[in-house]
């Protein structure tokens, strides 16, 4: 039966954030299909966050992870003001607005059939110190 036996490796998980696994054992799918792990010390990216929009009238990036399926951005319960959630290209540039994003007030949620990476969506405000959370579905 062919194995694979790896006492150490170097691995880079989606964000490439380095981490290490101390045991890895394959078999072939002809032999059980095995994956064995132990000592690993990776950890998958967060499935869900917060962002602050610290200053009204600056737009923010939901941040820098690989989605590649469905997202919900909900503006939280404590919000006074109005969220602006999307991505519109003005002149090449990246940008969302109260005028030209997708509004939400407090407690209010929308989701995205597909998004490929959180950096592709931003949020705006307002009013100061405002903020969404969001998980991947």
Request: glycine residues 8%; aromatic residues 4%; proline residues 4%.
């Amino acid at each position: 039966m062919p194995v694979n036996d790896i006492a150490h490796a170097n691995t880079l998980d989606a964000t490439g954030k380095l981490g290490q696994i101390h045991k890895l054992v394959v078999a072939d799918a002809a032999h059980a299909n095995r994956l064995e792990t132990r000592g690993a010390y990776m950890t998958p990216p967060p499935r869900s966050g917060q962002v602050n929009v610290a200053v009204a009238g600056t737009e923010v990036r939901l941040g820098n992870r690989v989605v590649n399926g469905a997202l919900m951005v909900k503006a939280l319960d404590t919000n006074t003001g109005v969220i602006a959630v999307g991505n519109v290209a003005v002149g090449g540039v990246d940008t969302v607005t109260v005028d030209n994003g997708f509004r939400l007030a407090k407690s209010e949620s929308v989701v995205f059939e597909y998004v490929n990476n959180l950096f592709d969506i931003m949020v705006d405000s307002t009013t100061p110190n405002q903020k969404v959370c969001w998980i991947i579905l």
